[in-house]
């Protein structure tokens, strides 16, 4: 039992460190939404990636498809030529709020970023790359993250009652919660704030965003199929049904605002998870057990993984055990993270893998109290284990 429970602390510190390092996407409101991702098309996909990762983002996969996470949102970048920038589209920009507005942007403009001139101490605009989208910056000097998204910025073309109309629509479908932000109509969902704005005097139409550099924007939704069916019947017309995409590991929908706004749907993007998890005393010992059906005599026993990367993204916790040594890995896709609960291993890291083997490196004794953090890409090595069986609470821990 004494086992157990030193796994359960570990278990609770790795699990909180993995998910705090991450950026998430906000719990869902009663309606089970929260901001989700903003689609971005642009000529070269790298040049903007880095543009994000320089204000603070994380950089990752979803599928083939590059994305940038920040607390609250997911970008995502898709190779292209836009019709025409965000400005001038139903989507005027983007917003995130930071917690030193004038050291960010000096930081921001010394890397390369295209900064403009701060008119306002708190807050500050900067363009990506080709001046393709406005990116807005507000001051908060109390936030948790250093940066997270804070708004989208609608463009209306004002008409008698259309602010109000679409307020009232994104209440109506999303739960958004009418209200105002500073002078602005707006309407606030877990992770954004959606802002109805006047287009500038004189604009008379304004360009849908499908085919902009902001191509549209997209909201997380708890039990999606449920949702898009109540939708449906309630009047909500979708251009592109709920599926499943299994390749990308998510669910999607698509609906078009009357603002000419395009909308995605998803299930199943890097939020933080809220559900409990409970492993009784049995499923404990049965998971640091042998697995008679492993090949070989190296094994994360039947139970192996406690949560998975499906359902908790970007980790998950496992159990690992190891008899005797094995071939050399190397993952381009996580990190692993060791914490040596019995026996001892001799473990390689580095060096040059030849073969069944790895040359050079560094090599350690992975014995019970130890710890080893394995970032991705490097290889590894158990060449042997001369005290076995070895037994280690593991974490792997996607980028």
């Known amino acids: 039992m004494r086992r157990i429970t030193k796994a359960a602390v570990v278990a609770a510190v790795f699990a909180v460190v993995a998910a705090a390092s991450v950026p998430q996407l906000a719990a869902p409101n009663e309606m ?10 642009a000529p070269d996909v ?10 603070g983002g994380v950089a990752g996969k979803l599928g083939p498809n590059t994305v940038v996470r920040f607390p609250g949102v997911v970008l995502r970048i898709s190779q292209g030529t836009p019709s025409g920038p965000s400005v001038g589209s ?13 050291a960010s942007m000096e930081k921001w403009k010394a890397a390369g970023l295209r900064t403009m001139p701060l008119t306002i101490p708190d807050q ?42 679409m307020q009232a629509w994104y209440a109506k479908v999303f739960g958004a919660k009418p209200g105002m932000r500073k002078e602005f109509q707006s309407g606030n969902l877990p992770g954004v704030n959606l802002t109805y704005a006047k287009a500038a005097p004189g604009m008379t139409t304004l360009a849908p965003t499908k085919g902009r550099a902001v191509d549209h924007i997209g909201f997380e939704v708890e039990n999606l199929e449920a949702f898009c069916k109540k939708a449906e019947a309630s009047g909500v017309k979708f251009d592109v049904p709920f599926a499943a995409r299994p390749e990308l590991g ?17 299930e199943g993007l890097f939020r933080s998870s809220t559900e409990v998890r409970y492993y009784s005393a049995k499923q404990g010992y049965k998971t640091f057990a042998k697995d008679p059906k492993a090949p070989g005599s190296s094994s ?20 690992r055990r190891h008899d005797e040594g ?48 394995v970032p991705s890409g490097i290889p590894h090595w158990f060449k042997d284990v001369p005290h076995s069986p070895w037994i280690a609470f593991g974490v792997e821990y996607q980028d």
């Open 32 to 41: 089970g939404v929260s901001m989700g991702v903003v689609q971005m098309t």
């Open 250 to 266: 998510i669910s999607q929908a698509f609906l078009n605002d009357a603002w000419g706004n395009t909308i995605e749907l998803t």
């Open 300 to 319: 994360n026993g039947p139970a192996g993984t406690l949560l998975g990367f499906k359902d908790n993204p970007p980790f998950q916790v496992t159990i």
């Open 90 to 102: 139903a989507v005027n920009h983007i917003a995130f709020a930071a917690r030193d507005v004038k």
């Open 46 to 55: 790298e040049a903007a990636k880095k543009f994000w990762v320089t204000m």
């Open 124 to 165: 500050g605009f900067l363009f990506t790359p080709g001046d393709l989208v406005r990116v807005e910056v507000l001051e908060d000097q109390v936030m948790l993250n250093p940066i997270a998204f804070h708004h989208v910025h609608f463009n209306v073309v004002e008409k008698s009652g259309e602010i109000a109309a």
């Open 326 to 373: 094995n071939e050399p890995e190397i993952h381009e896709d996580h990190w692993h993270i060791f914490y040596v609960l019995e026996g001892d291993a001799t473990f390689v890291t580095g060096g040059k893998w030849v073969g069944k083997v790895i040359e050079g490196g560094q090599t350690v004794k992975l014995e019970k109290g130890s710890i080893i953090v």
